[in-house]
């Protein structure tokens, strides 16, 4: 499983986290840090199935 680097930003209405190395615009948010980040998680999953190989940046920092 490939791994990506997570920012999470909090915010005064809550957190805002997005991942390094995909195309495209993907991004979480909930009330917590927990909560944004179980939602990045399950967009990130999302933007792979629906755009496969061509969602993954040639250089992104992963790990696997």
């Known amino acids: ?6 920012i999470i930003e909090k915010h ?4 805002v986290a997005y991942p390094l190395g ?3 615009v993907v991004v ?5 840090y927990e909560e944004a980040l179980s ?4 967009a990130i ?3 792979i199935e629906t ?6 940046e040639s250089n ?3 790990r696997t």
């Open 1 to 6: 499983m490939r791994q990506f680097k997570i």
């Open 12 to 15: 005064t209405d809550g957190y």
């Open 22 to 24: 995909l195309k495209g």
């Open 28 to 32: 979480g948010e909930g009330d917590s």
């Open 39 to 42: 939602d990045v998680k399950s």
């Open 45 to 47: 999953r999302f933007h």
């Open 51 to 56: 755009f496969g190989q061509e969602a993954l």
């Open 60 to 62: 992104s920092p992963d």
